[in-house]
Nanobody, 119 residues
Framework: QVQLVESGGGLVQAGGSVRRSCVAS????????FLWYRQTPGKLRELVAL???????NYTDYVKGRFTISRDDAKNAVYLQMDSLKPEDTAVYYC?????????????WGQGTQVTVSS
């Protein structure tokens, strides 16, 4: 089992910045991916960014150039630096940890935190 604890978020004005953090504990897989998703009411959860242990980062188009995902493997942590925020970035942001072992994929979710961007 993997436990994810998220922090950061809250209310910010348009154009401002927020830094989200997510720390994993428990069983840590050598092959893994940290992902950030977001969800607004009535919509499906959508991928924002991902950073694997074995490759490069990837961002969805609407956050490219504004958001930066990074990881600290010594702390089993992932971060999402969110800059130049827009009201449409308002959502609940979730951390996900995906681990791979012996052909099996394991997925774990954080509790999610609201980020509200005021205009």
């Amino acid at each position: 089992q993997v436990q994810l604890v998220e922090s950061g978020g809250g209310l910010v004005q348009a154009g401002g910045s927020v830094r989200r953090s997510c720390v994993a504990s428990g069983r840590i897989y050598s092959l893994n991916v940290f992902l950030w998703y977001r969800q607004t009411p009535g919509k499906l959860r959508e991928l924002v960014a991902l950073i694997p242990s074995f490759g490069s980062t990837n961002y969805t188009d609407y956050v490219k150039g504004r958001f930066t995902i990074s990881r600290d493997d010594a702390k089993n942590a992932v971060y999402l630096q969110m800059d130049s925020l827009k009201p449409e970035d308002t959502a609940v942001y979730y951390c996900q940890y995906t681990g791979y072992s012996e052909g099996i994929t394991y997925q774990y979710w954080g509790q999610g935190t609201q980020v509200t961007v005021s205009s």
